[in-house]
């Protein structure tokens, strides 16, 4: 790559896992040590002085992913951290409680990200964080009986939403005498909510006072079924299922990452190619989805925008189909490669792909022209929504919202995968913080995944044709040693996409775990929103780019 990311300063820094032990020694009563990082246990009453000092002391800022999961004897909350300024460089906090009293202390005081991965935590399995500040259910009902994850849950009591949760909005409570507050129902309806999402909106005259973002309408228990499905043949096929707009190959190599690294599987480099052309390949797709929606979002623009986003994002998922034989649900990644080599005849592929290459550039100069260049979108965009990085970080939000708020950050450098260090191409950061800076990102990025794309494409032609190795050699059946952990993740169109597993010994997941990048940056609305207009509101949410199908998984 053409450009090198500034390290943390080493003397400064805290870098060896024996440093990070002597900074926590006082805290851990074990080590638990993941595939791809150092793991300490400590106790349920001393998470926030344990997590503090990793932030402060340690420099791990970033509250990557929580996963709770139940064993026979215990409970056990996992804290995975990371670094902004240095992604491999990782650590897991473990946090144990016991079966009859599952009550941990919050990591809320130390990273706001913590709030949801907490309140799923309690309503899928019943694990209680204290201090929490909202400690409600988040993906069911809270009328909702038992925790579904827990093993003691029983699946055949009925389940019964009150009336009360259908009672009229417009409540006392919410507007008084002595306020001008009222109640607005924004979604789950879906043209202005990007998926079934239901924002609870306190207004205050004409400016927002508080949002609730209320979630969940549209989880499909994905974790679940991974956790029934074999690491060789059964996943694969799901991963296309959570942002299903356009990231079907992003996804699926977030599943193939972490369990190739889990089974000691090595990718042939032929194949690593092929999976990153594939890659970029859907994250153009998904930003000119992006480019599209939120054109309509601002400014109602359906003819001109929107439509000719979608042109160009046909002519992308045909080249697509032409290589995985689906045009959205792609199936296309296999641990330890790809399913099939690049369709015959090769030169009339890399043709029509380089047809395509060639008419992005004037397309994002039209794009320019009729969206960064109009003063509508400009007056609706430019200091609205700003997320400072602090901020940000603090919720643990990646991908182009974070870099629209100048975080330098991409998993795919800064945690190199693929074949992405061997090509040259830039990270793009906009320093505005604004609606506008992270709509510049995506317009940007898709740029960079072009050159990316073109040369993978000149080494794919130059590819001698007895060393197109597309799979290594994977046993059929996969069983990891038990009680083998790992966290690994992708740079997706949204963001950091991860995925915990812990084995059990088996050929399935002891526990599978999504980070979304979809659910972290949604957490961050209220901050982006809260003091402006509802049509700031609607920018704002846009800006983010979610997919509920992520988000609730």
């Not at 202390?105 to 913590?114: C, I």
């Not at 190739?260 to 042939?268: K, M």
């Not at 009680?483 to 996409?497: C, F, H, M, N, Q």
Request: proline share 5%; glycine share 6%; hydrophobic share 35%.
């Amino acid at each position: 790559m053409s450009s090198e990311k500034l390290q943390p300063d080493s003397s400064s820094a805290i870098q060896s896992t024996e440093e990070i032990a002597d900074l926590l020694s006082e805290h851990v009563i074990e080590r638990d040590d993941h595939l791809n990082a150092p793991g300490f246990v400590v106790r349920p009453d001393e998470v926030t002085d344990v997590l503090g000092k990793l932030r402060n002391e340690a420099g791990f800022d970033h509250l990557s992913n929580v996963t709770a999961q139940e064993y026979e004897d215990r409970y056990e909350t996992i804290y995975h951290l990371r670094k902004y300024d240095d992604a491999t460089q990782e650590v897991s906090v473990v946090v144990p409680t016991t079966t009859d009293d599952p009550v941990s202390e919050s990591a809320n005081e130390v990273f706001r990200t913590a709030d949801w991965h907490e309140r799923e935590a309690y309503d899928l399995l019943g694990i209680e964080y204290e201090d929490h500040p909202d400690p409600r259910r988040i993906l069911l009902p809270e009328t909702w009986q038992g925790h579904p994850l827990s093993k003691d849950y029983n699946q055949e009591q009925p389940q019964v939403v009150s009336f009360a949760e259908h009672a009229n909005p417009i409540a006392e409570d919410y507007h008084d005498d002595e306020s001008d507050t009222m109640l607005l129902n924004v979604g789950p309806n879906h043209p202005a909510t990007h998926g079934v999402l239901h924002l609870k909106t306190v207004l205050d005259g004409e400016q927002v006072a508080d949002v609730d973002p209320d979630i969940g309408y549209l989880h499909r228990c994905e974790e679940q079924m991974a956790q029934q499905g074999t690491y060789r043949h059964q996943i694969m096929p799901y991963p296309d299922r959570w942002d299903y707009a356009s990231s079907g190959l992003l996804n699926e190599w977030s599943y193939a990452r972490a369990a190739e690294d889990l089974n000691d599987i090595e990718v042939p480099e032929y194949a690593q190619i092929i999976r990153t052309m594939g890659a970029e390949l859907c994250r153009i797709a998904s930003h000119l989805l992006a480019l599209g929606t939120y054109a309509l979002d601002v400014y109602g623009d359906f003819t001109a925008i929107f439509m000719y986003a979608m042109r160009d994002r046909e002519k992308v998922l045909n080249v697509l189909e032409d290589l995985t034989g689906q045009r959205l649900m792609f199936n296309y990644f296999r641990l330890g490669g790809v399913v099939w080599d690049l369709p015959e005849p090769r030169e009339e592929f890399f043709e029509k792909t380089r047809d395509l290459l060639d008419d992005i550039p004037e397309s994002l100069e039209e794009y320019h022209d009729l969206v960064t260049g109009n003063e509508i979108l400009q007056v609706r965009t430019i200091d609205t929504g700003v997320l400072e990085p602090e901020v940000a970080k603090n919720y643990g939000v990646t991908g182009p919202v974070a870099r629209g708020s100048g975080i330098d950050y991409d998993v795919r450098r800064d945690d190199p995968y693929g074949y992405y260090d061997e090509l040259d191409w830039e990270v793009v950061t906009e320093d505005g913080c604004d609606n506008f800076s992270r709509l510049l990102v995506r317009m940007r990025e898709v740029e960079e995944s072009a050159k990316i794309i073109s040369q993978c494409i000149d080494l794919l032609e130059d590819w001698p044709e007895d060393e197109r190795n597309i799979q290594a050699n994977v046993p059929r059946t996969l069983k990891p040693d038990a009680d083998t952990e790992i966290y690994r993740s992708v740079e997706a169109a949204k963001g950091e996409l991860g995925i915990y597993i812990r084995s059990d010994g088996t050929d399935k997941p002891g526990r599978f775990k999504i980070r979304s990048p979809c659910f972290s940056n949604l957490q961050a609305l209220p901050e982006m929103a809260e003091g402006g207009t509802v049509p700031d509101l609607i920018a704002s949410l846009g800006s983010l780019d979610v997919i509920m199908g992520e988000v609730d998984r």
